[in-house]
Every structure is written in structure tokens, then in C-alpha cells.
């Protein structure tokens, strides 16, 4: 009795955890025995998401209740939470044992099986449950739960090893009644016959495809070219996992008689081109198929810019320059693998575009549409007698050549077009935004920002422009500005931040927390990061809501889809972003502990003053609050998104009904972030990010810096091994490996390590520096950056910043490897490396300076602070 007025109680007080936890406690120490008081007190941990301590309570319930459902239910959801998968598994057996009639238990468990990854073990239990069925149950006739569940039997199958495709592809045969998903049937269907070579039937299942509609799915344009080519299963399933417009032309080399089965495939007389003539992808693939150094890709080129011109398409520059592929080989040059390993990649660097043959190409037709256009009217392969293209096309034209010079870096020129754009049709969005673009990336960002929020007032409907605007506006430091335009599409209730922060619109917070880092407002900046993170945390405990809807709904395939997207949430890039500028922040603080103190917030020494100085200085004070007052105040009314408008409106329409209260923020400056251990917390999400990113270069470079900070030497050689292993070509690399060889060295008393660390640093560092001194690592460098003209602008400050600090050759010699080549022969040319090139010359004197900032300005005419 005494144990269930302790469940109550806890129940009631929802809001108090303690005060609930403490009346558990009680009702435990009136009676162990209750299995009822252990459930309560699982659940109050599990509000917490102490997910822990509720399995150990859950477990010491049925240690007094072994076969109560709801705890063994309430247990077996939380061992799936927390991808305890053999746990899971013998709790949804037991529950099966309990109550084996009940089809949600047989589906969990055959679920549990086949995530503990045994699935051939898994299709035993989906079959013992259809076993249990009468033959005319609703569970054999077509509807979607039958769907579902027979397409998660098809998808198991498939994963059960030796034979496993070829069971699930006589398995579609044997369902093809049931399912309701007849698209998801042939896309599986197709991936099977693939996959066991049966080129033909595959053909057959595509075609089906194309005439449901998929013409315009690029994953099937992709198993067609494999089917036509008779690929091998793995590049098949390679070409399966293409996103967006990617296909096998796009994948890896064609040989010129691949080139000609695919293109008689498409666009031969029987092709799909005859079948399908008004598909837009079907022309879109073209491109990719043919040889670009050829007449024919020159002539598909011309059609397809002029059809796009004509109808006044924005994003074909965008478009084409997904055509900039280059090769790259995962093999050593001169093996017999080579030539199949070798794949595209995709040219995004201003050198490598320039000198790619599709984008001249593009160049000299887009020069010459200008050239006729102006003159005559008509674009240059026209008939001279045909009639006059309308003046938009002269317009788009420019665009596009604006365009291919922004890709090239050539930002003068692309502005002189869009301005005259803008000039021909003021009115148009798109332009407005190219230019901000071109500013922005010229180094102007000031400028970007308000031509950017003048073409914003051109559509003050359009939610895209609005958000460009105020992203816009962040990065130009001006985040109150922001923060009105922002909250023109925000719900007026509360005030803007506060709804952008419970719609998790993680792109504007992420926005905001780098103005206010800039700023060196680092309180503010962590909060905002933080929050971001706030937003992952949340994405992963809202999966506990599905763990048994799915299994109820038999959306089965979709809740697999779900977990595996839940256990690689903290590797995906919004996340890693934030946790890695919190990671530099903390880093920062732990370095300089200043970095961080405002000193208006800081209270003068009343003791050394006379009593007028210290009424003075309190006069003072007092009003530098009442204004910091006043500021916060106006900037939450100007943030709310109200309007007189809106008030007038409510106010006319008797709408009195009023918002939810808003939660006040306790810590807006973040002080309580700033005060917490820096090194620690720079620990624990490093350790998130290599755990769950270890494929990106920069969360390996700051488990490094983490590493060396701590005296864990043998952690920041592992990195540093990691680094080597993703970008041996990588800037920071080099810095880190002539860093560590300086900590590392036996001199070296600030981190020195156990007689064992010491030998494997001694027997694995040297083969990073090509078993040489840091003075020849150094020395080397320096010679191969000198001798390729076109490597990056970072590996050449990286270099020369180690040569003046090594002593390794002159302060000339180290200025000469960035003097000596132009700017735009080098690769990761940006106005931030720049300015960082500018202040290490001014740094060597101020001649070479004032040589760099010549050549920055030749490079970027818009560049500010330079």
C-alpha cells in the first residue's frame, strides 16, 4: 500500500524530480518487495535519460515480478535505445514466451534477431509466426501491414549470406500479390538481378520501371548503364548508393566502346530517347556519355545551353558544372587494378576548373551567344534569316558567363556582367543574389549584405531570399539586422530566437554562433553551438517514441532505415560543425583564459579608490547596467516578431487568445559555459567525433590538439597516423608532425611519457617524417613546394611558417615560396588564407607586406582589411 502512494505521489509531482525521487526512495525503504516502487523509480530515471540506472531498476522489478509484461516491455525499449541488442533480444523473447499470441511481440522479436545481426535466424521466426496463422488471415491478404511485413522478409533475406539474394529473389515472385509498394518492388527486384548478373531480366524490370515513371530516378538510369554493360556486382551496388544525378558515366571512366553501347542504348533507334522523348533527364545524360574533346559533345553542349537560355534557367551554371570531372585512382600507378579502381572526382578548385576542357568549352559558347546576341540578335548556329531571340536571352546569356567566371575566380569580371544584368532587369532576384555572392567571396561582405537584402525587398514572400539575407547579414557582423529578417517568417508568440530554437533551425543558430565567435563573444557563441547539439540530443531520444509504433504500424523497413540513420546522427556534418567550434573555443579558453572576460562586466577595486572616485565609479556602473538593461530589453521586443499590424489586426478581429509563455533563458551571456573545465569538455566531444566521423581529416586535427594539451602522446600520434591515413597532402599534417617532433622530443620535459610510450614514439614517428631530421622534413617540403607552382597557398604558409621557426634556410627564402607564384596558379586561394598570408609576411617586414597586399588586391579587388 505504502509503495503504491509512492507511485502516485510521483506521478503528481511531474515537475519536481526530486521531490519524486525521494518519495520513491520512501516507498522502497517501506517495502523492497514492491516491484511497483523499482518500475516507478526506472521510470523517473528514465525521464532523465538516465537510461542506466532505470535498466538496473527495471531488472530489480523483475527480480520480484519475473513476468510482468509492462516492466519486461518498459526494459526491452530501453535496451533498444541503447543498442544493448543481446539484451534485447532475450527480453523480447520472454515476452514472446509470455505471450506468444500476440503479433506485435512476434514481429519485435523477429525485429530483435535481425538487428542482433543473425538474419537467416530472424526469417525462422517471421516464418514460425505465419506457422501460427489460420489460411485465410488478414495477414495473407493484400493490404499494406502484408506489405510491409512481406517486403522486411525480403529485405532480411537478402542479408543472410550464400544464397541469400537468390532466396529473396524468388521470394518477390512469391509476393508480388501482396505488395502494395510496386515501385519497391522493382527497385529490389532490379538490385537482385544485378547483383546475380542476370543482366537481361534486369533490362526487363527497368523498362517496367521507366513506364511507371522513373525516368527521372538517376539510380535507375544507373542500373540500366550497369545492366547494358554487364557490370560486376560490386560496382552494381556502388552505382545503387549514388546520390542526386549520379551515375555510372559519372562514376568512372567509360572506354570508348562502353561510351558507344550506351549511346546507342540511349539514343539509337530503338533507344530509350524514342521511347521517352520528352524526358528532360534523358538529355541531361547525354552530356555525361559523350567524349568531351569530341564535336558531338560541343554540338549536345550548344543545344542544351540554348534550350536552357531560351527558357531563362538560373541554375545551369550550376548545372554544367557538374561536368568538371577529373579521374583519380585508388590504386598505385602501374598496377593491374589501376585502371579499374580508378573513379571521378569532382573539380571544384578555381585551377583545376580553369583548365578543365568542359569548362573552355563552356567559355567559348557562352562568349560567342554574347557576341551574337548583341549583334544580331540570334544566337551564333541559327539560320541568319531566322527571327530575333527575345532580349532575355542576351540577358541569360550574360548570366551564364558571369557564372563561369565566379567558378574560375575571375570576380571583377562576373560583377561587371551581373551589374549589367541588373541594369537590363532590375527586378530580377537572382542576380541580386550572384552579386552578393561575388562580394562575398571578393571580400566584401559588408556590401554582399546589402545588396543581398536589397534583392530581399524585391520578394519580402520568398523564405529562401529572406533566409540568404539574413545569413548574409550574420556574417557581415550585423546580427540584430539579422534577427528582423529573420523574424518575418517566425511565429510572433515569442520572440524569434526562441522560436527558430524550438523549430531546431540549426543553420541560423550555427550562423549566429560564428558572428558572435568572430566577435570574441565566445560566452554567446557556445551557447548557440550548444544549443545545435541541444537539437542532435534530441533528434537521438526522440527515437524512443518509435521503437514500438513502427513494430505496430509494420513500417519495419522504414524503423531499420531509422536506426542505422540514429547511429551515424553524430557523424553527420551539422553536428560536426558545432561540436568542432566548440572544441576550438574550449582549446582557445584553456590557452589564454582571458579570452573569454569581458571587462565591462568586471567590478573596479572600490578599495583603492577615495569616497568620491568610488561614488563615481558607482554612478557609473549603475547606469552601464540600466543601459545593458534597456538594450536586452529592446532587442527581445524587436526579436518578437510583433508588428502594429498584427496587434491592429488581432485587436479588430476580437483575437485575444494568447501565446504560450516563453522559457526565459537563466544564462543568455553563457557564463556558466565559460566557467566549465575547458580541456575536459574539448576531450569529450573530440572523443565523439573520431568515434563517430573518423573518415574527417578535422576531427582527427583536433583530437591532436586535445592530445597535446592533455600529455597523451601516444593519443596525438595515433591522429596524427589517422591524418596521414585520410589527406596525406593535407596542410595541417605537416604542421602537426613538426610540432610533435619538437614535443615529443626527449628534451622535451613538458610532455614526456613512460619508458613504453617512449619506445613506440620512437619506432612509429620517424616513418611520418620519412625517417629524416625536422630540419630535412622541413627543408624538403620547402623544395617540393617550390618546385609545384601550383600547390595550395595554405601548404606554402605552413612551410615557411616552419622555416622561420626552425631556422631552416632565411626569412627571404621562406617569403620567396609565397612571393614567388601567383595567386591564381596556387590551389585554396580564399580571402581568409589570404589575410593569413598577409599577416605572416607583415610579420618577416614590412616590405614583403606590402608586396602580398598587392597581390591580394589583384586577386581580390573587393577585399577589405587587406
Not at 566531444?685 to 592530445?707: G, K, N
Request: proline fraction near 3%; glycine fraction near 6%; charged fraction near 30%.
Amino acid at each position: 500500500k505504502k509503495g503504491k502512494e509512492g507511485e502516485g505521489a510521483a506521478e503528481v509531482v511531474v515537475d519536481k524530480k526530486k521531490e519524486a525521487v525521494e518519495l520513491v526512495k520512501r516507498g522502497l525503504m517501506m517495502d523492497m518487495r514492491s516491484h511497483v516502487c523499482w518500475h516507478v523509480y526506472g521510470l523517473l530515471h528514465r525521464s532523465t535519460q538516465n537510461y542506466a540506472e532505470a535498466i538496473k531498476a527495471y531488472k530489480q522489478a523483475l527480480r520480484i515480478d519475473p513476468e510482468n509484461l509492462q516492466i519486461l516491455r518498459d526494459m526491452g525499449l530501453l535496451q533498444v535505445q541503447m543498442r544493448d541488442l543481446g539484451g534485447f533480444r532475450d527480453t523480447r523473447l520472454r515476452i514472446l514466451t509470455l505471450r506468444p499470441n500476440s503479433k506485435v511481440h512476434w514481429l519485435s522479436y523477429a525485429l530483435a534477431v535481425h538487428v542482433g545481426g543473425d538474419a537467416a535466424e530472424a526469417v525462422e521466426v517471421l516464418d514460425r509466426y505465419a506457422g501460427t496463422l489460420d489460411a485465410d488471415s488478414v495477414e495473407f491478404q493484400r493490404n499494406f501491414e502484408s506489405s510491409e511485413l512481406a517486403l522486411y522478409k525480403n529485405m532480411v533475406l537478402s542479408e543472410t549470406g550464400d544464397g541469400g539474394i537468390e532466396k529473396a529473389l524468388a521470394h518477390l515472385d512469391e509476393i508480388e500479390g501482396l505488395v502494395v509498394d510496386r515501385t519497391g518492388w522493382l527497385m529490389a527486384r532490379m538490385s537482385y538481378q544485378l547483383r546475380l548478373g542476370r543482366y537481361d531480366d534486369a533490362k526487363v524490370t527497368i523498362f517496367e520501371l521507366f513506364d511507371r515513371g522513373s525516368t527521372e530516378d538517376h539510380r535507375v538510369h544507373g542500373a540500366y548503364m550497369c545492366a547494358t554493360l554487364r557490370c560486376d556486382g560490386e560496382t552494381c551496388t556502388e552505382v545503387e548508393r549514388m546520390k542526386g544525378t549520379g551515375t555510372l558515366a559519372t562514376l568512372r571512366p567509360l572506354s570508348e566502346e562502353e561510351r558507344t553501347a550506351l549511346l546507342d542504348a540511349y539514343y539509337g533507334a530503338d533507344g530509350l530517347t524514342a521511347k521517352y522523348p520528352r524526358s528532360p533527364s534523358l538529355k541531361r545524360i547525354r552530356l555525361t556519355l559523350l567524349e568531351p574533346s569530341g564535336e558531338e559533345f560541343k554540338s549536345a553542349v550548344d543545344e542544351y545551353c540554348q534550350a536552357k537560355i531560351i527558357k531563362g534557367v538560373p541554375s545551369l551554371g550550376m548545372d554544367l558544372s557538374a561536368l568538371y570531372l577529373v579521374e583519380e585512382s585508388g590504386q598505385p600507378n602501374g598496377t593491374d587494378a589501376a585502371a579499374a579502381a580508378k573513379r571521378y572526382a569532382l573539380a571544384t578548385d578555381p585551377v583545376d576548373v580553369k583548365s578543365h576542357p568542359v569548362h573552355r568549352l563552356l567559355v567559348s559558347i557562352a562568349d560567342s551567344y554574347v557576341a551574337s546576341l548583341s549583334s544580331d540578335g540570334i544566337f551564333p548556329s541559327s539560320d541568319p534569316k531566322e527571327e530575333q531571340r527575345p532580349p532575355s536571352c542576351l540577358l541569360w546569356a550574360w548570366y551564364l558567363r558571369a557564372i563561369l567566371h565566379e567558378q574560375a575566380s575571375q570576380y571583377s569580371l562576373a560583377y561587371t556582367l551581373v551589374d549589367r544584368c541588373i541594369e537590363h532587369t532590375p527586378t530580377a532576384v537572382d542576380f541580386y543574389e550572384l552579386k552578393a555572392r561575388l562580394l562575398e567571396s571578393g571580400g566584401d561582405i559588408q556590401r554582399a549584405a546589402e545588396v543581398v537584402d536589397a534583392g530581399r525587398d524585391l520578394d519580402r514572400q520568398d523564405r529562401y531570399v529572406n533566409n540568404l539575407a539574413t545569413r548574409t547579414l550574420l556574417r557581415a557582423g550585423r546580427e540584430e539586422d539579422a534577427a528582423r529578417r529573420v523574424s518575418l517568417f517566425t511565429r510572433h508568440e515569442a520572440p524569434a530566437e526562441r522560436n527558430l530554437y524550438d523549430m531546431q533551425c540549426t543553420w541560423y543558430e550555427l550562423e549566429l554562433a560564428d558572428c558572435w565567435r568572430r566577435k570574441g563573444d565566445f560566452g554567446r557563441s557556445l551557447r548557440k553551438y550548444m544549443a545545435v547539439i541541444k537539437h542532435y540530443e534530441d533528434f537521438h531520444e526522440d527515437q524512443f517514441d518509435f521503437h514500438m509504433y513502427c513494430v505496430r504500424k509494420v513500417t519495419l523497413r522504414s524503423y531499420c532505415k531509422l536506426l542505422k540513420f540514429e547511429d551515424e546522427i553524430w557523424g553527420l556534418p551539422h553536428y560536426g560543425r558545432a561540436a568542432e567550434e566548440v572544441i576550438r573555443i574550449h582549446l582557445r579558453l584553456h590557452d589564454d583564459p582571458t579570452a573569454g572576460k569581458n571587462d565591462e562586466d568586471e567590478e573596479p577595486d572600490y578599495s583603492k579608490m577615495s569616497p568620491a572616485e568610488r561614488k563615481k565609479a558607482k554612478n557609473i556602473a549603475r547606469k552601464k547596467q540600466k543601459k545593458k538593461q534597456a538594450a536586452a530589453q529592446l532587442a527581445e521586443n524587436k526579436g518578437d516578431g510583433n508588428n502594429d499590424d498584427a496587434k491592429n489586426n488581432n485587436t479588430a478581429n476580437g483575437n485575444k487568445k494568447k501565446g504560450k509563455p516563453h522559457v526565459i533563458d537563466e544564462d543568455p551571456e553563457g557564463k556558466e559555459l565559460l566557467a566549465l573545465d575547458h580541456l575536459e569538455e574539448a576531450k569529450k566531444f573530440a572523443a565523439i567525433l573520431v568515434r563517430h566521423a573518423p573518415r574527417r581529416f578535422s576531427a582527427w586535427a583536433l583530437q591532436y590538439d586535445v592530445s597535446i594539451r592533455r600529455g597523451k602522446m601516444l593519443l596525438a600520434l595515433q591522429a596524427l597516423f589517422k591524418m596521414k591515413s585520410i589527406d596525406p597532402n593535407d596542410h595541417r599534417l605537416f604542421s602537426y608532425i613538426v610540432d610533435y617532433s619538437r614535443k615529443s622530443s626527449p628534451r622535451n620535459e613538458t610532455n614526456c611519457a613512460n619508458p613504453a610510450s617512449e619506445q613506440v614514439i620512437s619506432s612509429e614517428f620517424p616513418s611520418l617524417m620519412n625517417s629524416i631530421s625536422p630540419s630535412d622534413f622541413v627543408r624538403t617540403a620547402a623544395e617540393e613546394v617550390k618546385s609545384d607552382f601550383s600547390s595550395s597557398l595554405q601548404m606554402r604558409i605552413a612551410v615557411a611558417r616552419e622555416m622561420v621557426a626552425d631556422g631552416v634556410g632565411s626569412n627571404a627564402m621562406a617569403s620567396s615560396l609565397l612571393l614567388d607564384s601567383k595567386l591564381d596558379e596556387m590551389r585554396c586561394v580564399t580571402v581568409e588564407t589570404c589575410r593569413e598570408a598577409l599577416a605572416f609576411m607583415e610579420s618577416l617586414g614590412k616590405e614583403d607586406g606590402e608586396r602580398m597586399r598587392m597581390m591580394i588586391m589583384a586577386k581580390f579587388p573587393f577585399a577589405k582589411d587587406c
